[in-house]
């Protein structure tokens, strides 16, 4: 499930759902097996070096407000709690 804005996607596989820079966005897996999301950035920005901080595990053990300090770091921030009270499709 992804929301952009006001809209929410069920995607499945093979689905492509398009972001837009400073428009809202939230993403959630609601289904059973594994799930799949393949994002890119255009202009990527910091977002590799975002990622990267991810993947060493910097945020394992943040608290929220670091965790969006390093967010904001990176030219983003969160703006919409995530995804948690759905219908499953």
């Known amino acids: 499930m992804i929301k952009v804005g006001?809209?929410?996607h069920q995607a499945k596989a093979g689905d492509s759902v398009f972001g837009p820079g400073k428009v809202p966005h939230?993403?959630?897996k609601?289904?059973?097996g594994e799930g799949?999301?393949?994002m890119f950035f255009q202009p990527a920005g910091?977002?590799?070096e975002f990622f990267k901080k991810l993947s060493e595990g910097?945020?394992?053990n943040?608290?929220?407000a670091e965790q969006d300090k390093i967010r904001e770091e990176h030219?983003?921030?969160r703006v919409v709690p995530p995804i948690k009270n759905f219908k499953k499709w």
């Open 62 to 64: 943040m608290s929220e």
């Open 30 to 32: 609601v289904g059973k």
């Open 36 to 38: 799949r999301l393949l």
């Open 46 to 48: 910091k977002m590799e």
């Open 58 to 60: 910097v945020a394992k």
């Open 75 to 77: 030219g983003f921030k």
């Open 6 to 8: 006001d809209e929410i």
């Open 26 to 28: 939230s993403f959630a």
